[in-house]
């Protein structure tokens, strides 16, 4: 699925899964396109405020939610809490919509749109990333929406 959405659409494509109260890339497919933005494997996002994690908790009940919020806000720096209301109002437009676009967030001028793949017997959530400066995503947006979710469709479907 990953390499289908990197040979489709050239930009970063990455898979996410949650470590804690981090979002953490467990695999990435780079650009070649000379103007990006890099991850690595192991490369870690705040849960709360990145697009992957917001995605990520978008897959939780809203009491998981609040818990995880209680925790980030108690053991995290200020720079990585939220107010829960704010953030459920974005976490029910991802559960509308089935996908995030973050814009300026981690970098500036960088963003992700991100969508939560179909659970699996493992229980792990898993994150699909498109990443990429935010100019050519949003001249893209419905492109890259209909690869991410052809991808998943062909390669996911049960």
Not at 116 to 133: D, E
Request: net charge neutral; hydrophobic share 40%; charged share 25%.
């Amino acid at each position: 699925m990953v390499d289908f959405v990197h040979g489709e659409l050239d930009e970063l494509v990455n898979i996410s899964t949650q470590s804690d109260l981090n979002a953490q890339y467990i695999h990435c497919l780079q650009t070649s396109k000379r103007l990006r933005f890099e991850v690595q494997p192991g490369d870690i996002r705040p849960l709360a405020i990145s697009g992957i994690g917001r995605t990520m908790l978008s897959t939780h009940t809203d009491v998981e939610i609040a818990r995880l919020m209680r925790r980030i806000n108690a053991l995290c720096p200020p720079s990585e809490q939220m107010d829960l209301e704010e953030l459920m109002k974005i976490i029910n437009g991802i559960r509308r919509d089935g996908y995030m676009f973050s814009k300026h967030i981690i970098t500036p001028d960088a963003g992700v749109i991100a969508m939560p793949l179909p659970k699996r017997g493992f229980g792990r959530v898993l994150v699909l990333g498109v990443g990429g400066p935010v100019f050519r995503l949003e001249e893209n947006q419905e492109s890259i929406l209909s690869c991410m979710r052809e991808g998943i469709r062909r390669y996911l479907s049960a």
